[in-house]
């Protein structure tokens, strides 16, 4: 795999520099941005949110519309764009308008963390548990299964519908929990198969689709571990290494037996992670990484099933962070979009920003 990283085009009419904190497909095409600007003028204080737009990741003009304070994340398709901000949920079908959504919450506005756009519904979740909603608008919690006592972590979507992972607090420490939602949103199971608690997992904070299959991460203790879920297709289920075996599929969630989930071998080359999180994307059928394979520089990383990661060529092509970290990372078709702060190390006086593209090449 090859890729060609280039610095963009960010358009910082009336600041003197700015960080882009995240980005989002438009459902027409094109990218929305959003991030905070900074003025000299003002000695370097922040002058609010900024929102861009660009046509292909590569040129992005300031627009003049406004849109959720604090958003945190989004997530689009022929739906809409459905964005989170504290404990709110907002729509937009261009990017151009927003609507707040109306999420019934009975104990009081919770924590949104993730969000996830299939095309009949959409998925929220955070510290109350989950809502789904088919227009954006209106949100119904998700009742049963655990959810009302469970803290969902993130949520994403996969062939066979939707994928939750969280944790639910027993008492004498976190259990670890995955869901898996038909298309619809309307019906959710609680994976019962795998070990995802004890050695393997006290907690899974972040879930990517790979096809019919998902790559999770999660933490045990203070020690990092990932593992690989093969998706169910049909009646069958498989992990990695392990031969196919019959499940039986619940009503109204298609291929819902229990996931094998697969912990990362010590054995495996070991990927780490960019400073500020996870910076994981699906492309084609896999996933690219951004991270360190020991003491490599910074790269783009690929792999088929999440356990083992090849290497990006030509290398040193992505900035040395130093202390900064990166801020958003997605990838659309083989188009690659990647932005961050510079923080050298010794001098955390000086910071800047980056926003980069690239074209990757199997």
Known sequence: MTVQWQPAALDLTGVDRAIVSGIVRLPAGG???????????????????????????????RT????????SAADSSPLGIVAIAGGEAWWSEDGNRWTRGHLESPGGEPDLWDVAVGEEAAVVVGSGGAWISRDGLRWQPVTGERMDISRVHAVDVTRQ?????GEEWTGGGYEAHAWRISPDGGAWQRDPGGDLTGRSYDTLAHVWGVGDSALAVGTRGEVETSGSASGCTAATAATSGASKRPIAPSPGVPGSGPIAWKPKLAKAPRLGFAPGGPAIASWRDGLVAIGLDGASPLALHASTDGLRWDRSRPLEQLPDLGHGFITTFIVDGDTAIVSGTIEPPGDQSVQDYFLQVGTITP
């Open 161 to 165: 519908g939707f994928i939750a992972v």
């Open 64 to 71: 003049a519309a406004s849109g959720p304070a604090r958003l």
């Open 31 to 61: 990218y929305l941005a959003w991030g905070h600007g900074q003025s000299d003028a003002l000695e370097g204080a922040d002058v609010g949110e900024l929102y861009w737009r660009s046509d292909d990741g590569r040129v992005w003009e």
